[in-house]
């Protein structure tokens, strides 16, 4: 999926990356219930400060040296782009 382009990926690329980060992830000896942890600290943790879409928060592991995480985090599409206040 294309940062600006807006369209979703197909549910087959969808599920053969789930595979594939579940796969990475039990050669890292961590488990899927970590990888959730870690997603939902991180969910919480950028909600507090911006406006984000909680259920489409991707984490991923990249099998290279060094091994790399990526989280992707969507934010939200509002009338006005602005950081929260606390």
Request: hydrophobic share 40%.
């Amino acid at each position: 999926m294309g940062l600006f382009s807006g369209r979703k990926p197909h549910s087959g690329l969808v599920a053969k990356e789930r595979l594939s980060n579940l796969l990475m992830a039990e050669r890292l000896n961590c488990s899927p219930a970590s990888l959730q942890m870690l997603k939902n600290d991180l969910s919480a943790a950028a909600g507090k400060y911006l406006t984000i879409e909680a259920d489409e928060i991707s984490v991923t592991i990249t099998h290279t040296t060094p091994v790399i995480l990526t989280a992707k985090i969507p934010l939200k599409r509002n009338e006005e782009y602005h950081v929260k206040t606390i």
